[in-house]
Every structure is written in structure tokens, then in C-alpha cells.
């Protein structure tokens, strides 16, 4: 193989070796922390919150319908008693326990609502538990396929790496240094009608006379990667 061709394998190599890693790394996270899993936790988490909260209002909307009753009992008791004769004050107490009836009446309501509303937060926190469930056990099912495959990947990672310092070692110190003094990535570019298959801008003659000769290193004018032919 000529330099430059030398220098395109080897390119390649690093490029299928920056893949692996990539994979390789993407399974290990993946392997370590599911992050289906954690949105389902997360998302649990905010269920069982908002049915706590409920449950709270629930309890002191118990509270206060039980005192308001209490209230109610003991004024109408006082009404019917008898000991009290005065008719602006019968008048007045009547027109209170009628407020506490009508009141005592919004409470039921909004309690009624408050339980339907705590009946949807407790099936929002079964399905989040479904959901869980369900996301822990694809995790699981996928589990072995992953391991395989990350075990598949390193295998290939070393190969790759091996093939490609053997690579490099091949191409002469002169194209290594014009490799390394590129500065675009990727460094080597294909040569195909006359054009750089990077850039798209068209290799003077003199440029495409050595390339064809095969044995010099040739940049691209314009972005100054090196030719090969394609
Ligand atoms: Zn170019």
C-alpha cells in the first residue's frame, strides 16, 4: 500500500475504534443505572407525594367536618332546650344553626370531591408501580444481551487497536507527521473526479499528477487534508 492509502486504513481503524468505545460505553452506563428505571422511580416517587398530600387534607377535612358537626349538635340541642325564651335570641340561634346546616353541607361536598380525588392518587400510584415493575423487568430480560454484547465489543475493541497501532507502525515517518500536523478531522480524504470528497473543491493537476504517481503525500488546497484516491 502507498502512504497515503496506508494512512486511510489506519484513519478507518481509529474511526471503528471510536465506535466501539462509544457503544462501549453506552452499554456500561446502561448496565450501571437504567434510566427507564429511574424515570419510573422518579415518577412514583411524585405519585405516592401527591396521594400523601391528599390523604393530609383528607384527614383534616375529617377533622373539620367532625367539629363543625359537634357545633351544629350542640346549637340545635341549646334551640330545643327550651331554656332560652327571648324570641330575637331563639331568632338568632335559628338563623345560625341554619348557616351551620348549609355550611356543614359544603363540607360533605368538597369531602366527597377530596375522596375522588384521593381514589384517582391511589390508582396513579398502582399504575406508577406497574410501570416500575414493568421497566425493571425489561431491564432485567435485556440484561444478558447487553453483557454479550459488551463482552463482543471488547473483544473487537482489542482487535481494532491491535490492527491499528500495526497500521500506523507501516506508514512511513514522514506521512505520519503530515498526518499529524492536520488540523480537521477526519485528516485523510478521498479523491474522486478530480475532487476532494471532503471540502468538494477540485485537485489542481500538478496535485493529481502525484497522486496518481501514488508515492508523495498531497493536502487539499483548500482544506488542507491529505488525498488519496478514492
Ligand atoms: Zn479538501
Redo the contacts with the bound molecule.
Keep these: 500500500m502507498k502512504p497515503a492509502q496506508l494512512l486511510l486504513a489506519y484513519q478507518r481503524l481509529v474511526e471503528k475504534e471510536r465506535e466501539l468505545r462509544d457503544e462501549i460505553e453506552r452499554v456500561e452506563t446502561l448496565l450501571a443505572s437504567d434510566p427507564n428505571i429511574a424515570h419510573a422511580e422518579e415518577a412514583l416517587a411524585a405519585a405516592r407525594e401527591a396521594q400523601q398530600a391528599i390523604q393530609l387534607r383528607l384527614r383534616e377535612s375529617d377533622r373539620d367536618r367532625e367539629a363543625h358537626r359537634a357545633r351544629l349538635r350542640s346549637r340545635e340541642k341549646e334551640l330545643m332546650s327550651g331554656r332560652i325564651r327571648s324570641p330575637s335570641e331563639l331568632m338568632q340561634l335559628s338563623t345560625e344553626v341554619q348557616h351551620l346546616k348549609a355550611s356543614f353541607a359544603d363540607l360533605e361536598e368538597a369531602e366527597l370531591r377530596l375522596m375522588e380525588e384521593g381514589e384517582l392518587a391511589d390508582q396513579a400510584v398502582v399504575e406508577a408501580s406497574e410501570r416500575l415493575q414493568e421497566a425493571r423487568q425489561r431491564s432485567s430480560d435485556d440484561e444478558p444481551q447487553l453483557r454479550r454484547d459488551l463482552e463482543s465489543w471488547q473483544a473487537d475493541l482489542a482487535t481494532v487497536k491491535a490492527d491499528s497501532e500495526g497500521a500506523w507502525a507501516q506508514v512511513p515517518a514522514a506521512a505520519q507527521n503530515a498526518y499529524l500536523r492536520v488540523r480537521v478531522h477526519p485528516p485523510v480524504?478521498e479523491v474522486d473526479r478530480n475532487q476532494?470528497l471532503?471540502?468538494h473543491?477540485t485537485v489542481t493537476s500538478s496535485g493529481m499528477q502525484i497522486l496518481r504517481k501514488g508515492d508523495g503525500i498531497v493536502q487539499?488546497e483548500?482544506?488542507g487534508?491529505i488525498l488519496v484516491m478514492a
Design positions: 480524504a476532494c471532503a471540502c473543491v487539499c483548500n482544506c487534508r
